[in-house]
């Protein structure tokens, strides 16, 4: 491992851009992310961790193939898992429910997050190939469904949300360049959801999902958020709106976002409470 090609760093180099020339370590990397340093990449519209206005909108939004996933996926992951189970150890290898031999139609949903003070907005969501500002997704409506929800916050929560973004900005690009598959993306682990999930805490934002069963053909069952889980949350807000239509919005008041409270059957509403 080379060392940090910053002036006078000597720290190692975690992170490259633009193969063997620009390489850095993470806080240096980052630092040049942030000031617009890396051509031909997108960034933020300005360095958001210096910015000092005292109001924000943070806006969390997700958008999904089959608004209804979670519920008419139950029953397929429950089959995987329990039922099968259940079968197994009564011997019985043959017999399955018909009702759920399907897989659900689509389950592909993204979730992201938007950081505006004034006229300046800028989203952010994370991928396979890393973290991205601003997001590609968060401006196509195609075939979509999708929901956002403004909160207010403040310049320290603000800086909380940058301090995030720059840990993940660097994992992922860890992740990304070391090949080292413990970090960085992960389908069902580290994706676009639980990266806005983790925005929303370090704003003081209480989202009360945990991480959800969720079943993948490669890897069987594990526990994660999805984006048909944060619509779904969302869509029990009367503060939610679809961010591609024009026009003001209410800010959430600050504090619960929802509560998933039966994977399998239902969700439940909890009003926005003050903190
Ligand atoms: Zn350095």
């Not at 806080?27 to 958001?48: C, E, I, K, M, V």
């Not at 958020?225 to 800010?251: I, K, R, V």
């Not at 600050?254 to 009003?271: E, I």
């Amino acid at each position: 491992m080379s060392q940090c090609t910053y002036p006078s760093c000597t720290q190692l180099a975690v992170a490259y851009k633009q193969a063997s020339v620009l390489q850095y370590c993470g806080p240096h990397y980052a630092d040049r992310w942030w000031n617009r340093q890396f051509p031909g990449q997108t960034h933020p519209s300005s360095d958001l961790r210096q910015a000092v206005a005292a109001e924000w909108t943070l806006t969390i939004a997700t958008k999904v193939e089959q608004w209804d996933f979670e519920k008419e996926s139950a029953g397929f992951t429950l089959e995987k898992t329990v039922r099968a189970g259940v079968r197994k150890v009564a011997g019985d290898y043959v017999s399955r429910d018909p009702q759920y031999f399907q897989r659900p139609i689509n389950g592909f949903g993204h979730s992201y997050f938007k950081l505006k003070s004034g006229d300046e907005e800028n989203s952010f969501g994370v991928y396979a190939a890393g973290l991205r500002c601003p997001d590609p997704l968060a401006t196509k409506p195609e075939g979509t469904t999708q929901l956002a929800l403004d909160y207010k916050i403040n310049k320290n929560q603000k800086d909380k949300v940058c301090q995030l973004i720059t840990k993940w900005l660097i994992e992922f690009e860890i992740g990304a360049t070391s090949g080292d598959r413990s970090r960085g993306y992960d389908l069902m682990g580290t994706n676009c959801t639980v990266f806005v999930k983790a925005a929303c805490e370090v704003a003081d934002i209480w989202w009360m999902a945990s991480r959800l069963p969720a079943y993948s053909s490669s890897k069987g069952l594990n526990f994660t958020q999805t984006p048909n889980m944060l619509y779904a949350a969302l869509s029990y807000s009367s503060y939610a709106y679809d961010p591609l239509m024009p026009g003001g919005h209410t800010a959430a008041p600050q504090g619960l976002l929802a509560v998933y409270y039966n994977w399998l059957t239902s969700w439940s509403k909890t009003p926005a409470a003050k903190h």
